[in-house]
């Protein structure tokens, strides 16, 4: 029997090639950024392939790796979805850490208020998110109203209000929500834990005797509402007037006002979105993984430095909330594989830290060459007509005459 | 209740405090006003605070620890430069990806090279003769018993706006920040202008760093600066622009700052994280009544290409 490709598989073929040659600058931002951290792990002295190997080890080695892995994306999908719609609507939101905060301490609040009350699971998991979504919109709405309202620069008013999170949050685990348990001098600044029927189940498979995936492992549902909320957003963003008027904001601000859109209106609701996304990380965090808000204190105490890692993971998956999903999964690995890396060859977790700054700026400075891409392909004129078109009219008109 | 917060004590500590605020600050009005917002500021200062300590840690050299930082804000000036002006990247978030960089390989190397915590022999007080042996109203006591990087940092408002308002090249900058393809029809190098007011911005956020390590904490542990560099950034707009303005809302914020340090002292009953919180949440207040922005440089975070 002999292959004949239909029209079909031409198109995909030749859709798959295209994909292949635009994501290009992406794949040498990757290679570029794992050359940095090569030089980097030899300075350290350090085998960069026994550090990988460990990294790759560490991360995926073992179901319940896998399952960490797993368990540390969700966070950060959760945001990257977020920092997806506030990045395409034009607003450089930073403010991942402090929306996810806001959105925990509203979700935890409300657990711990209602779980005596509500009885039946679902509907109380339900309430706890759309708390938690609430506060974190309205967190990251503040810093899109200022920018909208009052020219208050996004990333600084972001930056800002995740410190002042961090503090409230630190202020109410160590006095109004402080674990009634707890009260003493040497407290660890936790809450109370949450009813169980506010418990996201756990996520494993098991078929009988011979198969099981993820048992006894902490993987969550999650990762579920993780993956329907990417599939959502990208609907919102791409197939709806909503997304289409966001994205139009993003890409031309004054073409948009020309159109008839309320820019400021946008921008508001692109960080509503972004911060409510946030606000569920946080909730989610809370009801699927430690049934409590705790923090060590540090600014990164309870988000675990999600907040940022979104922003590098969203970038990677191209600002797509599709392409956020391998991408978290990625950065998952990394998180989860650093610390095998510190245990096996000694060289600190902060490398990632490092290697997720340099993944930034290269995959930020790859952009320009993908504008100029598409814009020489835009000014080269495809056929004679088109070039015709482009003619001045006097041009024109004096051809015509002679 | 007032008497306790404007002591001679409370005022010395503004004044020292806001050294840092100051070289950050006029390092990245330079950047900003050629048009190039540089917000990897915290990140440099970390990597140039680093360099500082384990530079004056190894060789007890102040002078070296001081041109290690220089030289650390350098390169990552040259980069960051090199990023936003020449392949044209988005700035704001290129400079988180700088930010990032400067945290983590901060706190690697000390890990690695440091690993506990340890102290240096900082920058020692000058007073100066004479000057400082002002009783009036504590003058002496408030200004002039400091280390030399804060003079250093006082001095170099006045020549910021010298250079900035007075200069060839302070015109050259203004120009290419305005309006840079007038600059570039009238012969000036664009790229050329904006690398230099960046590298000296990274220069500016190096020696930020040090005077934290080496001067006012003598310490170094991860994420020495706790987002100090952001503010700087947000003093700039504050400041509109302008050396004089940096240099008040940096004193604004030193002193709030140095109230904070007294907060249990001054008002007990006020939980300690709201004396945290509030310098962040005074740089938001602060920014809403800076939005006017017709100062505001018109080229800022746009990349210059030339028309064909």
Redesign the interface.
Known sequence: MNFRPSAVTLVFFKTFANSLLNAWPLLLAIAAAAAAASL?LLA?NANPIQAFSSMLQGAFGTTNATAETLVKAIPVLFVAIGICVAFRGGV?N?GGEGQMIAGAVAGVTAALTLGPIITFGPLLIALCLVCGFLAGALYGGLAGF?KAY????E???T???N??AV??M??LL??PLLDPAELGTNHIPKTARIVQWAELPRLSLSLGDNFELFTRTRLHFGLVLGIILAIVIYVLLWRTTIGYRIRAVGQNERASRYAGINVRRQIVLAMFLAGGIAGLAGVVQVLGLQYRLQTDGS?TGFTGNAG?NG??AA?FGGLNPLGAIPASVVFGGLLVGAQKMQRDLG??A????????????FV??S??YIRQRARRRLAAPTSPAAAAAERPAAAAALEQQA | MIDQILTASVLASAIRLATPYIFAGLGETFGQRSGVLN?GVD?IMLMGAFAAFYTVFTTQSLLLGVLAALLVGLLLGLATAF?SVT????Q??????????????S??LY??LIGTPKSVTGFPPLAIPGLSDIEFLGIGQIFFRHNLLVYLAFALVPISAFILNRTTFGLKIRAVGQNPEAADAMGVNVARVRYMTVMLGGLMAGLAGASLSIALLNVFQ??LT??LG??A??LV?FGRWRPVGVLLGALLFSFVNALQLQASVIAPNI?S??A??AP??I??IA??FA???TEKPTALTK?FERGE
């Open positions: 980097l350290l450089v930073i200022l009052f020219n208050v620069n990333i600084l008013s930056i800002m209000l410190q002042v503090q409230m630190n202020f160590n006095g600014p940022f922003i590098v970038l060289v600190s902060a490398l990632i830290t490092a290697i997720n700054g340099l993944i930034v700026v930020v400075s952009q320009y | 917000l990140g990023v392949l044209k990247a988005e704001g978030i290129s400079g988180i990806g700088f930010y990032l960089f400067g945290l983590g390989m706190e690697l890990q690695k991860q994420n706790s987002g952001f503010i950034v947000a707009y939980p994280e709201f945290v919180m962040y949440a740089t938001i920014l809403v939005s006017k922005q990349p």
